[in-house]
C-alpha cells in the first residue's frame, strides 16, 4: 500500500480545505505529483510551512517524490532558518513539471520528513522520520480512534511540527478523511467547521472553554483529541460540562510520533494519557536503572520502542545514541502506569525543556540567544506554571540597563517568535550551587 493512497486516485471524490483553500483529492494528487516529479534526485526540500494549502502540496509532493522534505517555521529568525538549511541540505522548491501522472511508491524505509526539535541545549536537531513510521504510526491511531474516510478532520495547527502535519495533513491523506485546517486555531473557527473529529493542544483546549458558545458547537462531533502537553483536569472537566464529549488524549514525541492514547471504545480518565497503540510497547525504569512497578504511583522514566520509531538525529550520531537504552528510546518524561497499563506523565526530567502552548523550546537555545545581546551579563531561562500556555518562558536576567522588550523582541527575531520569553525578571545575581551551576529549582 502506499504512504499516501490520497496521491494515487484511491479516495475518489473526497476533498480538503486548509485556510479556505479547497482542492479535491484529485486536484491535489496532481498538483503534488507535478511538482514532486520536479524533485526527483533532489537530496532534501525545505518548504515554508505557512498554514496554507501550497505547504500542504509541497509536502505530499516531496512525499510523492521520495524526496526528504523538511519543514521551516514560518516565524523563524535568521540564526534558527541557517542552522535548519545548512543541517539538511534542504533546497528550495522547483516549479512543476506538466506532468500530473502518479509516481512510482518510493521504498517504505526512504525519509519522508526531517521535522527541527529542541533540545536542553544547542540548535535545535532534526528528526530523520522514515516513510515506514508515519505509516505505522497513522495506523495505530486510526486503530484507536476509528478513524476513517467517514471522518472530517478539523484542526489550525502549525505545519511545522507532528501534530499539525503527521497527524493533521498525512493523516487525512492517509485515512482518506476529509480534513479543514482552519488557519489558526481559535474557537470561532472550530465552532464553525463542523467536523467530526477534532484536533488540539491544550492551550487551544483551554481557549475553547473560554469561549462557551464555540464549544457548545463542537457536541455534534465524535472525537475530540488533546495532546502535544498535558491537558489539565480542569479543562477536560470543562470540556466534557460544555460538548458532552470526554476527550480523548494522547502522547507523543517528534521522535517517536504517537505512542499512547485513550480510545475511541475505552476508558477516558482525566490526567492520564491510556495504553501504547497498536505495535508499541513501554517501560518505565527508574533511578537506579531498575524496571518500575506498574502500581500508579511509582514513577520512573518513559522509554518506548515500536515501529514509528525515528532513524536517528541527522549529523548527530552522538545524540542519537546517548538518546537509546538498547532499543529503547528514553522519553525524558517521567511517568507512573497503573495496573491496568494506562499511563500519566507527571512531568520532564530535565527543567530545560519547556512546553509553552505546545511548542517544545530548550532553555539553552533561549539562553544562547539572550546571551548574545550587549546588555546581558548572565541568565537564566526556566518555564512558569501558566493557566493559558501551560507554561511560559521566563527569562531571569543579570545586566546593565536591560530593556525587557528589547530582549524579547531579540529572541522573537533571531529564533522564532513563539520561543520568545513572556517575561523578562532582572535579578543582582543566579542562585548557584557549590560547583557554580545554576539553581534552576530556586527560581521556579
Ligand atoms: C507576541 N506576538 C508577537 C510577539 N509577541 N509577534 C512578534 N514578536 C513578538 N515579540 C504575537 C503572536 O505572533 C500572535 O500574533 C499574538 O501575539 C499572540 O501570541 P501567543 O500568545 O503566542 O498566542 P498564539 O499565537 O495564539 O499561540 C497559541 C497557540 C500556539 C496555541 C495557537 O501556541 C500554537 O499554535 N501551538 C501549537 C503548537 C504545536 O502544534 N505543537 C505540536 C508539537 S508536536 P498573531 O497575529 O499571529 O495572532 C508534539 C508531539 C505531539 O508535541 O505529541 O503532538
Ligand atoms: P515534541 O518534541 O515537540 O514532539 O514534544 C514532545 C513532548 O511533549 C513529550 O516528551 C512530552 O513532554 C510532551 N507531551 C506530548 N503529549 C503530551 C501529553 N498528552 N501529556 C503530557 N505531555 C505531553
Keep these: 500500500m502506499s504512504l499516501l493512497p490520497a496521491l494515487t486516485g484511491a479516495f475518489g471524490d473526497g476533498s480538503l480545505s486548509v485556510a479556505g483553500e479547497r482542492l479535491t483529492w484529485d486536484a491535489l494528487a496532481a498538483r503534488a505529483n507535478a511538482l514532486g516529479r520536479a524533485m526527483q534526485g533532489l537530496p532534501a526540500v525545505a518548504v515554508e510551512a505557512t498554514p496554507t494549502m501550497h505547504t ?15 519543514p521551516i517555521p514560518p516565524d523563524a529568525g535568521p540564526s534558527e532558518r541557517d542552522h535548519i538549511l545548512r543541517d539538511s541540505g534542504a533546497v528550495l522548491l522547483p516549479a512543476p513539471s506538466a506532468d500530473t501522472s502518479a509516481l512510482p511508491e518510493p521504498a517504505r524505509d526512504s525519509t519522508a520528513l526531517i521535522i527541527y526539535t529542541s533540545g536542553t541545549t544547542g540548535a535545535p536537531k532534526g528528526v530523520v522520520m522514515p516513510r515506514s513510521a508515519i505509516a505505522a504510526g497513522l495506523d495505530g491511531l486510526a486503530d484507536a480512534w476509528a478513524w476513517t474516510g467517514a471522518d472530517t478532520l478539523v484542526h489550525g495547527l502549525p505545519l511545522f511540527h507532528v501534530h499539525g502535519l503527521v497527524l493533521g495533513v498525512l493523516g487525512p491523506l492517509r485515512v482518506g478523511s476529509g480534513l479543514v485546517h482552519t488557519g489558526r486555531p481559535t474557537p470561532e473557527a472550530y465552532a464553525a467547521a463542523k467536523g467530526s473529529m477534532y484536533f488540539g493542544v491544550p492551550t487551544v483546549w483551554s481557549r475553547v472553554c473560554s469561549d462557551p458558545a464555540s464549544a457548545a458547537a463542537l457536541s455534534g462531533a465524535r472525537l475530540l483529541v488533546s495532546g502535544s502537553a498535558p491537558l489539565a483536569v480542569k479543562v477536560f472537566e470543562t470540556l466534557q460540562s460544555l460538548t458532552g464529549h470526554l476527550p480523548v488524549e494522547r502522547y507523543g514525541m517528534t521522535e517517536t510520533l504517537i505512542t499512547l492514547s485513550t480510545r475511541f471504545d475505552g476508558e477516558r480518565r482525566p490526567g492520564w494519557v491510556g495504553r501504547p497503540i497498536s505495535g508499541v510497547s513501554t517501560r518505565l525504569i527508574g533511578d537506579d536503572g531498575e524496571v518500575v512497578e ?29 538518546s537509546f537504552d538498547g532499543e529503547w528510546f528514553r522519553t525524558g518524561d517521567a511517568a507512573v502506569i497503573d495496573a491496568d497499563g494506562f499511563h500519566r506523565i507527571v512531568g520532564r526530567l530535565s527543567m530545560d525543556i519547556i512546553k509553552t502552548g505546545g511548542f517544545k523550546v530548550g532553555a539553552g537555545e533561549v539562553e544562547a540567544a539572550l546571551a548574545e545581546h550587549p546588555s546581558v551579563v548572565e541568565v537564566a531561562v526556566v518555564g512558569l506554571p501558566d493557566d493559558d500556555l501551560g507554561q511560559r518562558i521566563v527569562a531571569y536576567v543579570v545586566g546593565e540597563r536591560v530593556d525587557a522588550a528589547a530582549l524579547i523582541e531579540h529572541v522573537a527575531s533571531t529564533l522564532s517568535v513563539h520561543k520568545r520569553p513572556r517575561e523578562v525578571r532582572v535579578v543582582d545575581a543566579l542562585p548557584r550551587n557549590a560547583m557554580g551551576k545554576v539553581q534552576k529549582n530556586l527560581l521556579r
Design 56 to 70: 500542504v502540496v509541497a509536502v505530499a509532493a516531496a512525499l510523492a517524490a521520495g524526496v526528504p522534505a523538511v
Design 294 to 322: 506498574h502500581d500508579g504511583v511509582t514513577v520512573g522514566e518513559l522509554q518506548v520502542k515500536g515501529a514509528a520509531m525515528f532513524d536517528g538525529y541527522l549529523n548527530r550520531p552522538d545524540a542519537t545514541s546517548a
